[in-house]
């Protein structure tokens, strides 16, 4: 599976970014995806999780309310649209893949075993 992300970029505090990642290689409709993050210096974090029909979703605390992951299958996408983004925010977004699982909550990189190669998200306060 490949994993290309897209649609970050420079954006003032308070405004939206809509991330994508499009999966080629295999279809993924049947698993889990995910999104992390990972600020310079910092380990990488969970951010969101979807199941494989999109029926359940999962957020990290500090995004919730403000984040919403949701998938297309025909497209083999996730995305990530980011409302009221704050300077806190600003870090490389990496989209997932768990081909272990197709529900649940799964939040640790160990549990993902497809990964794209980041795009950066960078909020001006």
């Known amino acids: 599976v490949q994993l290309q992300a897209s649609g970050g970029g420079l954006v003032q505090a308070g405004g939206s970014l809509r991330l994508s990642c499009a999966a080629s290689?295999?279809?993924?409709?049947?698993?889990?995806m995910g999104w992390f993050r990972q600020a310079p210096g910092k380990e990488r974090e969970f951010v969101a999780a979807?199941?494989?029909?999109?029926?359940?979703?999962h957020y990290a605390d500090r995004v919730k309310g403000r984040f919403t992951i949701s998938r297309d299958n025909a497209k083999n996408t996730v995305y990530l649209q980011m409302n009221r983004l704050k300077p806190e925010d600003t870090s490389v977004y990496y989209c997932?893949?768990?081909?272990?699982?197709?529900?649940?909550?799964?939040?640790?990189?160990?549990?993902?075993?497809?990964w794209g190669q980041g795009t950066q998200v960078t909020v001006s306060s």
């Open positions: 997932a893949v768990s081909t272990y699982y197709s529900v649940g909550y799964h939040l640790e990189t160990a549990q993902y075993d497809y």
């Open positions: 290689g295999r279809t993924v409709s049947s698993y889990v």
């Open positions: 979807i199941s494989w029909n999109g029926g359940s979703t």
